[in-house]
């Protein structure tokens, strides 16, 4: 995935609109409008790292979708979008399967009272 489609990605994960973005980010809504259109524009170096931090993600990740190999080494506790990730390039079958067994490991972990 490049860019618009890492940069769409983001947004939809954090519930925030474009305008929030630029607000945050200070970077203009109409130039990141123009980054998700497509037009095959990439943003400066400033305006990637506003855009990125203000995400919580890294430049390299928003860029490339691809984390550094020593972030990968890391451990990165329950980051839910690497879960969502690995579950969306499963089989309709195997997610099904996932998603059932994380509905045990919870039932096992708060187990009805009886």
């Given at each position: 995935m490049g860019f618009k489609e890492?940069?769409?990605s983001e947004l939809a994960y954090s519930g925030m609109l474009?305008?929030?973005?630029?607000?945050?980010?200070?970077?203009?809504?109409?130039?990141i409008d123009?980054?998700?259109?497509?037009?095959?524009s990439m943003p400066s170096a400033d305006a990637a790292?506003?855009?990125a931090t203000v995400l919580g993600v890294s430049v390299e990740y928003l860029i490339t979708g691809q984390e550094r190999q020593e972030q990968k080494n890391m451990p990165h506790g329950h980051d839910p979008?690497?879960?969502?990730?690995?579950?969306?390039?499963?089989?309709k079958r195997d997610r099904k399967i996932v998603l059932s067994l994380i509905k045990s490991l919870?039932?096992?972990e708060s187990p009805e009272k009886a």
């Open positions: 890492n940069l769409k474009v305008k929030d973005l630029a607000r945050l980010s200070g970077v203009n809504k109409r130039t123009n980054y998700l259109r497509g037009d095959g790292v506003c855009i979008r690497l879960i969502l990730k690995s579950l969306e390039a499963l089989s919870k039932e096992l």
